[in-house]
């Protein structure tokens, strides 16, 4: 069984059924049967269903925002831009995925040579909480655009999330097993993965998931695509707009609440402007209006979970015990659901969980040092590489520190970092290999064929 729990009132929305093994397995199976006809349709076709499913997600953006805030606490409004952000990447892959994969001839000594990217079977999507709609269109949009099926392992906390999102596909007028959706546990991953059916994986989770998913795919010589954690650094040169940053650094730490891979986490700041950005920070970051997801007064909903809260929570009280201080927040408030108040720590240093661990909610340390060469050095004193961010006036010295010197699969210059349809989406070090949207991610899960002529 899978609970849909209410974390604003920790009530229990609504139980579903599992899919049992032989459930799961005759799933599989038609979805497999599915993809030798789908891999044969052609681009106008798969595009005009992908754009009807763009109208779709506009037309319900509301309805799905209210099952996200339900499910796992999103603002209404959040939910919004996140449904738009979905029949973006819809619209996107739609209009490019057929020049993405023409054939590229590569001149030789034979008559005919060239590179091909054919489809590769049907792909596994292992998909968070955090961002239930985005997270699994950013992974299915390219992969159904480029001749394959998927099956979706979506998180356990969001099953109506799931089950929406697979109709959709139907009413939108894809073939009924195109894109199922798994109603399954964790302890069932390992087979769905093993299942010979499946020929790819991606998961977008924590990096022991994503160790655990890739080891299982690694020893059956299948491929896969991690996006997981994150501690993304945010630089704060003296040269900086100190109100711009302090805007868009507290706006990139409390976006959904916090709870995203690539939100805004160490926040490294030179000392001459220290106090004067803490201070801008501080305010800006004590501007959130924390409550009910469905209240239109809302700025930030709950954690998706009580447990989540309560990690993070720890995580908060293990660094203070180590030295950090609390400027604002850092207790759970006596109120109803899985709430935690925006919560900035000052003297975090290495060693403690706020320094070293990925903080999963709306907590900023905030890191102070003395020039560029050390916030460099501790920008990228971490095992994540996911995004980071720097803040100077100084636009070209920004995009030279940007692209020479920060370890990330994205870097900004005066701005918090963000997905986009456009721009290949990943990280390095533990943050996961592979990269989704854009030309790149659409090649991810092809075969990138050969083909020579003599």
Not at 222 to 251: F, N
Not at 361 to 386: C, H, M, R, W, Y
């Amino acid at each position: 069984m899978l609970q849909s729990v209410n974390p604003t009132t920790g009530e229990v929305v609504k139980t579903y059924e599992a899919h049992t093994s032989e459930g799961t397995e005759k799933i599989i199976n038609a979805v497999d049967k599915t993809w030798h006809h789908w891999r044969s349709t052609s681009f106008m076709f798969r595009s005009q269903l992908m754009q009807n499913l763009s109208g779709l997600l506009k037309s319900k953006r509301e309805e799905l925002a209210f099952l996200m805030a339900l499910e796992m606490g999103k603002v209404k409004q959040e939910g919004m831009a996140e449904i738009d952000k979905c029949a973006w990447a819809c619209d996107y892959y739609a209009a490019n995925a057929e020049s993405f994969l023409e054939n590229e001839p590569i001149p030789t000594e034979a008559f005919k040579s060239y590179v091909s990217y054919q489809p590769i079977g049907t792909v596994l999507g292992i998909m968070p909480w955090n961002f239930p709609f985005w997270q699994v269109f950013r992974f299915v949009a390219p992969t159904l655009m480029a001749g394959n099926t998927a099956v979706l392992k979506h998180a356990s906390n969001v099953p109506g999330c799931a089950i929406a999102i697979e109709e959709l596909f139907r009413e939108a007028g894809f073939p009924e097993n195109v894109f199922r959706t798994l109603l399954i546990g964790s302890k069932q991953v390992e087979k769905v993965i093993r299942h010979k059916a499946i020929k790819a994986v991606s998961i977008t989770g924590s990096t022991p998931a994503g160790k655990s998913v890739a080891a299982i795919a690694g020893s059956e010589l299948k491929k896969c695509v991690l996006e997981l954690g994150g501690s993304d650094p945010y630089i704060i040169l003296e040269d900086a707009d100190m109100e711009l940053a302090a805007q868009k650094c507290a706006a990139g730490r409390l976006l959904n609440a916090g709870q995203s891979c690539i939100g805004a986490k160490r926040f490294i700041v030179e000392e001459k402007v220290y106090a004067h950005f803490l201070e801008l920070f501080t305010h800006e970051m004590s501007a959130a209006v924390f409550g009910d997801p469905f209240d239109e007064d809302t700025t930030m909903g709950p954690l998706a979970r009580f447990d989540l809260r309560d990690e993070l929570h720890q995580q908060v009280v293990a660094s203070v015990e180590k030295g950090a201080e609390v400027i604002i927040g850092g207790e759970i408030p006596q109120i109803k659901g899985a709430f935690y108040p925006p919560t900035i720590l000052e003297n975090v240093k290495p060693g403690m969980p706020a320094y070293d661990e990925e903080l999963f909610g709306p907590v900023a340390s905030v890191i102070k040092v003395k020039d560029l060469q050390e916030a460099v050095k501790v920008a990228n004193d971490t095992e994540f590489g996911l995004g980071a961010a720097i803040f100077t006036a100084n636009r070209s010295k920004g995009e030279n520190i940007a692209e020479m010197r920060l370890e990330a699969g994205a870097c900004f210059v005066n701005d918090f970092v963000k997905s986009d349809p456009r721009l290949p989406f990943g990280g390095i070090k533990t943050s996961g290999f592979g990269r989704e949207l854009s030309v790149h991610g659409i090649k991810e899960f092809t075969n990138i064929k050969t083909v020579v002529v003599k």
